[in-house]
Each structure stands twice: as C-alpha cells, then as structure tokens.
T-cell receptor
Framework: IAGITQAPTSQILAAGRRMTLRCTQD?????MYWYRQDLGLGLRLIHY???????GKGEVPDGYSVSRANTDDFPLTLASAVPSQTSVYFC?????????????FGPGTRLLVL | QKEVEQNSGPLSVPEGAIASLNCTYS??????FFWYRQYSGKSPELIMS????GDKEDGRFTAQLNKASQYVSLLIRDSQPSDSATYLC????????????FGDGTTLTVKP
C-alpha cells in the first residue's frame, strides 16, 4: 500500500508559468487536503475536499485551484506562479474529515518559483 | 493573536531527560488536538491525539489537555537522539470544523 503519492518530488518553475501538482491516494479516503509549509513555519491549508465532486477554500487559497473528479486524485494548480508560492506542498487525506480522524500526509513537493 | 501558538524553539535537552512541548489555542470550542512529528525534509506523522481533559500516555509520550486554560502539551520521557525533530501541534473543531489548524512547530534536539 503506497498511501499518498505526490508528483513531482521537486520543481523549479519560472514565474508566470502554470503548474499542476499531483496527489493520489489509495486508501479510499473521502477527505483530502492541500497544505503549504514555508521555511520554519507550520502548515497552512490551501484547499480541501470532503468528498469527490466538492471542494472548499482554506486559509490561503489565492492563486491556487483544485478539482476532485474522483476519490483518489486531488490535483493542485497554480495558474500563474509567483515567487511567493515557493514552498513545500503537502497533500493529506483522512477517512471522512471527522474531528477525531488522523490525517495522513504525502511526501511533499518542493517548489521553487524564480 | 495566532490561532495555535507553540513555545518558541529550538529546544535542546540531553539524552534521557524529559522534553516538554507546549501549545495554546485561541478557539475555546476546539475539540480535537494532535501532535505530529516532522523530521527534517520529511512529511508530518501523527504521534499523539487527545480529545478529553487530562493525560493520555503512549509509551514514552504523554499528551496533556486543559480545555479551561486552552492548553495542550506533549511530554517525551527518556528522550532519545531519534526524537530530534520538529513537533507540530494541530487543533480541530470550533470555527474551523473538521479542518486542522497547525502551530508553527517547536524544533527539539536531543543531545547524546
């Protein structure tokens, strides 16, 4: 069982370019999340999805979009990258988004926008 | 005021000592509290969760929750060099419902 996979592992991106970060889970979890983690800081929620077909905005959604066409995949798109989007991006999932559920994290994507 | 605040680090303790990590939260109706460990360059992994006031023990780890004081802590007994990592406090419930709010983390170094 792989859990959560993310691709790419790392990327250097020119400002203004479009980029999609991929996230796939094989745990059949309903809830999925995208976080960014800037150096020395905690995780900030970008977008989330409680079930396939629905998405919601987190704490820092500007400049990002998501879709949830099926249970397993939750891609994050940067429409026009800016240097302030340089960060480590973590995808996570939980069974149904309940209050006592553990979140499981993917290995992360390290993104540098120049 | 940040929603979730952790004691500023870095925290350094000698091997075998007790490490104490603290976290306060601002939303009084928060209901679930989690401690994640994050090794450098890796993703967070859950080590403890607590939902009721009091202590919860799991091996060398003890989580303590005091909802009246809006305070949650993590004690690591007999600290080992392998415990050296950043510890993230996360809170769920209240205004943010099922979504987690994370603190900035406390970096712990256990010196042999």
């Amino acid at each position: 069982i792989a859990g959560i996979t993310q691709a790419p592992t790392s990327q250097i991106l020119a400002a203004g370019r479009r980029m999609t970060l991929r996230c796939t889970q094989d745990m059949r979890h309903n809830a999925m999340y995208w976080y960014r983690q800037d150096l020395g800081l905690g995780l900030r929620l970008i977008h989330y999805s409680n079930t396939a077909g629905t998405t919601g905005k987190g704490e820092v959604p500007d400049g990002y979009s998501v879709s949830r066409a099926n249970t397993d995949d939750f891609p994050l798109t940067l429409a026009s990258a800016v240097p302030s989007q340089t960060s480590v991006y973590f995808c996570a999932s939980s069974a149904s988004g309940g209050l006592q559920e553990t979140q499981y994290f993917g290995p992360g994507t390290r993104l540098l926008v120049l | 005021q940040k929603e979730v605040e952790q004691n500023s680090g870095p925290l350094s303790v000698p091997e075998g000592a007790i490490a104490s990590l603290n976290c306060t939260y601002s939303d009084r109706v928060s209901q679930s509290f989690f401690w994640y460990r994050q090794y450098s360059g890796k993703s967070p992994e859950l080590i403890m969760s607590i939902y009721s006031n009091g202590d919860k023990e799991d091996g060398r780890f003890t989580a303590q929750l005091n909802k009246a004081s809006q305070y949650v802590s993590l004690l690591i007994r007999d600290s080992q060099p392998s415990d050296s990592a950043t510890y993230l406090c996360a809170v769920k419930g209240g205004a943010n419902a099922g979504k987690s709010t994370f603190g900035d983390g406390t970096t712990l170094t256990v010196k042999p």
